[in-house]
């Protein structure tokens, strides 16, 4: 059973601060890796994708990939109101299609 | 260029209903995935069609449920003898192929369905 775990919150931060969100996988066979956000009573709407261990800007946001350690992480800079939202990990492995995901982490960020 | 639509995006039907759902992909892409989300959780996957062909369907699609794709354009999903259980979003989401790697998947706005 592929899982993916991530911290379900709230987690609160002040605006302008640096919000982090982390996410584990169990399929040591993942390729790709996505970070959807998803306001209350909507769809997910996709942030940013990687692939590479590393680190992957766009934006205020940046992706973490750490493949030994099967990390992801997303940090978004100088949090605004409106990112207040639930945030989804999501994985794919390469022989399958389908993204797994996990349940979200539900951010809000205070003005 | 047009995200993905879904329609209805609500439905309530009664319990024993059968009711069918659309999507359109957007038009370039010829991979087509549904998911479904219960609340509190992520979007978990049901099936996935590349052009008109069903590839994938997860062990979650019952027999009640059936998808379709006929000339790899839009598709449509049905379920017969609505449960109280089968209450969730009903997300769809397109893709083009992304060779090695999963594709990146754009979701539509969903069907919610309230089963009474």
């Known amino acids: 059973q592929k899982e993916v775990e991530q911290n379900s919150g709230p987690l609160s931060v002040p605006e302008g601060a640096i919000a982090s969100l982390n996410c584990t996988y169990s399929?040591?066979?993942?390729?790709?890796f996505f970070w959807y956000r998803q306001y209350s009573g909507k769809s997910p709407e996709l942030i940013m994708s990687i692939y590479s261990n590393g680190d992957k800007e766009d934006g205020r946001f940046t992706a973490q990939l750490n493949k030994a350690s099967q990390y992801v992480s997303l940090l978004i800079r100088d949090s605004q109101p409106s990112d207040s939202a639930t945030y989804l990990c999501?994985?794919?492995?390469?022989?399958?299609?389908?993204?797994?995901f996990g349940s979200g982490t539900q951010l809000t960020v205070l003005p | 260029d047009t995200g993905v639509s879904q329609d209805p995006r609500h439905k309530i039907t009664k319990r024993g209903q059968n009711v069918t759902f659309r999507c359109d992909p957007i038009s370039e892409h010829n991979r087509l995935y549904w998911y479904r989300q219960t609340l509190g959780q992520g979007p978990e996957f049901l099936t996935y069609?590349?052009?008109?062909?069903?590839?994938?369907k997860s062990r979650l699609l019952s027999d009640r449920f059936s998808a379709e794709r006929p000339k790899g354009s839009f598709s449509t999903l049905e379920i017969q003898r609505t449960e109280q259980g089968d209450s969730a979003m009903y997300l769809c989401a397109s893709a083009t192929p992304s060779g090695g790697y999963t594709d990146t998947q754009y979701f539509g706005p969903g069907t919610r369905l309230t089963v009474l």
């Open positions: 999501a994985v794919g492995s390469g022989s399958a299609r389908q993204l797994t």
């Open positions: 069609f590349q052009n008109e062909a069903q590839l994938e």
């Open positions: 399929d040591r066979g993942s390729q790709s």
